[in-house]
């Protein structure tokens, strides 16, 4: 299981640790990602995401899951938050 955020898209990125000496060794920076259940208010159900803390305050700051996933683009979203949010999509112009 790839340590990427579902939502955000945010990975892993690479650094250096630095001694006092200022030697410097490669490391990684892992996101803080957690395995949460968010509710779609369209569609009515609960979804199992894996994403980062960041991008939890930014689905709670847009007001919910539907309204940040439709203001995200595309390329950012994983495979099954793609599809959720066609399914969001679809479900919304059916009601309008």
Do not use: Y
Not at 27 to 34: A, C, G, Q, Y
Not at 52 to 68: I, K, P, Y
């Amino acid at each position: 299981m790839s340590r990427v955020c579902e939502l955000t898209g945010k990975g892993r990125q690479v650094g250096h640790n630095v001694s006092h000496a200022n030697n410097k060794t490669k490391r990684t920076f892992l996101p803080n990602l957690h395995n949460v259940t968010l509710i779609s208010d369209t569609l009515g159900q609960s979804f199992k995401l894996r994403v980062s803390t960041h991008g939890l305050r930014s689905v709670e700051h847009n007001g919910g899951l539907d309204n940040w996933l439709l203001k995200t683009k595309d390329d950012l979203l994983s495979t099954k938050a793609r599809r959720l949010k066609r399914d969001i999509a679809k479900k919304q112009a059916a009601a309008a």
